[in-house]
């Protein structure tokens, strides 16, 4: 696997560091308030699990999965909701927990979706902001890392459902996806 990899974009302790201070900053602002996570499957479930045991105020989860990109490395712009949220988000203070934004399709989809369930506040903490042009600005309230524009794997994230287990985020080798999709 990591022969796949052409280059550790962030490792281990870089990301361990970042995810404590999110979880303190989150803790602190969401003090007092019921703060529901919501984690956007799959690609996001390392980072959750790890944001989670950082966050030390009360707080509850959900998720959500759905899916922009098949077996792709671009998005096709069309989202599908494939497991919508078990619980209601009316009145509530809601923190989506994302892996990775590119050209922002997914979220953007999702703020609106989720938006028309009323719930009290809405944001965004997504562990990887690309720096890609993009058409209209993103609420994106907590980011771990900006990264260039370039696929990435590893710490949830994946490609054609491989690498998400690596436990760094570190840049695919062009060779390795054009491989698999020929
Ligand atoms: P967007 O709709 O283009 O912003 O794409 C967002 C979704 O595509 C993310 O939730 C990821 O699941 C996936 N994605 C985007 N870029 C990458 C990448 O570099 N590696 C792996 N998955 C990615
Ligand atoms: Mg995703």
Do not use: H, W
């Not at 979880?23 to 703060?35: F, K, N, T, V």
């Not at 712009?77 to 209601?88: A, E, H, N």
């Not at 369930?117 to 609420?139: F, G």
């Not at 590893?154 to 698999?180: C, F, M, Q, T």
Request: net charge negative; charged share 25%; glycine share 6%.
């Amino acid at each position: 696997m990591d022969s796949d990899i052409r280059e550790i974009l962030v490792d281990e302790q870089q990301i361990a560091r970042r995810v404590k201070e999110l979880g303190e900053e989150i803790s602190r602002d969401y003090a007092g308030r019921p703060l529901v996570l919501v984690c956007i499957l799959r690609g996001a479930v390392v980072f959750m699990a790890d944001l989670l045991r950082a966050i030390t105020i009360p707080v509850t989860i959900d998720f959500m999965a759905i899916s922009s990109y098949g077996n792709n490395v671009r998005s096709s712009g069309v989202v599908r909701i494939l497991k919508d949220l078990d619980g209601s988000i009316e009145g509530k203070d809601v923190l989506i927990v994302e892996d990775i934004i590119d050209s922002g399709l997914t979220l953007a989809y999702l703020l609106e979706n989720l938006r028309s369930r009323r719930p009290n506040s809405l944001e965004v903490c997504v562990l990887l902001d690309k720096q890609v042009p993009r058409k209209a600005s993103l609420p994106i309230r907590y980011t771990g890392f900006t990264i260039p524009d370039a696929f990435v794997v590893g710490y949830g994230l994946d490609y054609a459902e491989k690498y998400r287990n690596l436990p760094y985020v570190g840049i695919l080798k062009p060779e390795v996806y054009s491989e698999v999709q020929s």
